[in-house]
């Protein structure tokens, strides 16, 4: 009797795999027709999805167009043609390889508001890393209008969207360029300083130029308004030794080191001039180097 049951429990245990097999084999055309029709909902809802994505993406692209259009032109920025060619470079590339000039027009987004930041003192000595805390910061500091801040936050969202994780077609990626561009312009639309070395300077304790202040020297700085074109010379105290005559640089101090009234030999008429009564050191990183 025992080996009987052990007989019986050893077929039961070939009987369901081969059972199983049966099922299968009779069902797989049903199984397959599952499977198909699961994996197509899932790729038409993310293809729906994506299309409001870029939908929403181009009407909040053109509202921020409109909003920057009612900025006063940027006068003062000299280099025109430069961002001419930058939107070029882009299309160019995006002629060969859309998703790599997505990624392209991405870092220039990024880098616009580094710019923006910087020039009104925000990077906080730190690397800004990563494009949205960029987009909250310049919103909370009233800089961002909430048009061009929804529209570079969206735009962020859509190019994960595209570069990560989705299978997206070219067609898909060209959108987003398209409004991409049109963010970046009314990026470059807001009105900033832009603050570019002009020259380095000895400093002096006293108004005849005779005694110089140790280990510290004057940044002049030329700072010119993109809304007006107006540009002011100034000069500021500094220790640091990084500063490289004809570069821009961000609006950056070290409110914990001031200095006293000291005077500046004038490179222009050689007279000895007030150089500050009183001022913090100035630290601007070069936008490069940042």
């Given at each position: ?138 919103r909370e500091h009233g800089s961002l209008s909430s048009h061009i801040s929804a529209s570079a936050a969206l735009f962020l969202a859509v190019r994960n969207r595209l ?124 936008f490069e180097d940042i």
């Open positions: 009797m025992k080996d009987l049951a052990t007989l019986i429990t050893a077929f039961a245990g070939l009987l369901w795999p081969i059972l199983a097999i049966v099922a299968f084999w009779s069902l797989r055309g049903e199984i397959r027709g599952l499977v198909a029709r699961l994996q197509t909902a899932k790729v038409l809802g993310q293809e729906i999805t994506l299309r409001e994505d870029l939908d929403q993406l181009e009407a909040s692209a053109s509202a921020a167009v409109s909003v920057a259009s009612a900025l006063p032109p940027p006068e003062s920025e000299p280099a025109s043609a430069g961002e001419s060619d930058q939107v070029r470079r882009i299309l160019d590339e995006a002629a060969r390889s859309p998703k790599a000039a997505l990624l392209i027009l991405s870092a220039e987004i990024e880098r616009e508001l580094r710019i923006l930041m910087g020039s009104m003192g925000m990077l906080k000595r730190r690397f800004l890393s990563s494009m949205d805390l960029a987009i909250t910061g310049l570069v990560h994780g989705y299978d997206a077609s070219d067609d898909d990626i060209l959108r987003a360029i398209d409004s991409g561009i049109k963010i970046l312009e009314a990026l470059k639309s807001i009105p900033h300083e832009a603050h570019v070395v002009r020259g380095i300077t000895d400093i002096y304790l006293d108004a005849m130029g005779e005694h110089l202040l140790p280990e510290v020297k004057g940044v002049l700085l030329e700072s010119t308004h993109s809304g007006d074109g107006s540009s002011t010379l100034r000069i500021f105290p500094t220790t640091k030794q990084h500063f490289r005559i004809g570069e821009r640089v961000a609006w950056e101090w070290d409110a914990t080191r001031t200095f006293n009234r000291a005077w500046y030999r004038d490179p222009e008429t050689g007279m000895i001039r007030e150089a500050w009564h009183e001022a913090a050191e100035f630290t601007g990183r070069h």
